[in-house]
């Protein structure tokens, strides 16, 4: 089974020494909400439980040209849990073996539009990308949202 298949439910005990299960919440609530937007798309998806990301993949066929650039689509967009902001970053496969790198992207957790991933060919030939290929990793972060005051002194 797929780490996905599996739910964390909390074990209470109450002053009478017996123990129940709570409800589970729903896993929509708290987790990143995905949105087809093409029925080509393909959800992220992470190799392993311990990895940090989820790799996201393109929707069509494309050629990055030598030290060129290109705004890739990934066909889905995300809803994201408050006190959050996701970070699209690169893949290592891409980025060591074709000089493939990332234009680092935060998305905030109010945008709910299209996830699309500016694509650097930092090489000196072009790389070809196909329907389906993994482009880079969606990587979710806690974030501190305080509001910023202006002081004196910072001590």
Do not use: W
Request: overall charge negative; hydrophobic content about 35%.
């Amino acid at each position: 089974m797929k780490p996905e298949h599996f739910q964390i439910s909390l074990i209470h005990e109450d002053d009478e020494d017996e123990c129940y299960i709570s409800e589970p919440e729903p896993a929509i609530r708290n987790g990143v909400r995905v949105k087809r937007l093409s029925n080509k798309a393909i959800l992220p998806t992470k190799g392993s439980r311990l990895e940090a990301g989820h790799d996201i993949y393109a929707i069509s066929e494309f050629n990055i040209p030598s030290q060129g650039q290109v705004l890739a689509e990934t066909g889905i967009a995300i809803g994201l849990p408050k006190g959050t902001h996701a970070r699209i970053a690169p893949r290592t496969g891409l980025a060591s073996k074709k000089d493939i790198a990332i234009n680092g992207v935060v998305i905030d957790a109010d945008y709910t539009g299209e996830i699309r991933v500016i694509m650097i060919n930092q090489g000196k030939a072009d790389c070809r990308i196909q329907e389906g290929d993994r482009i880079a990793q969606l990587i979710l972060e806690k974030i501190n949202t305080s509001d910023m005051s202006e002081v004196d002194e910072l001590a």
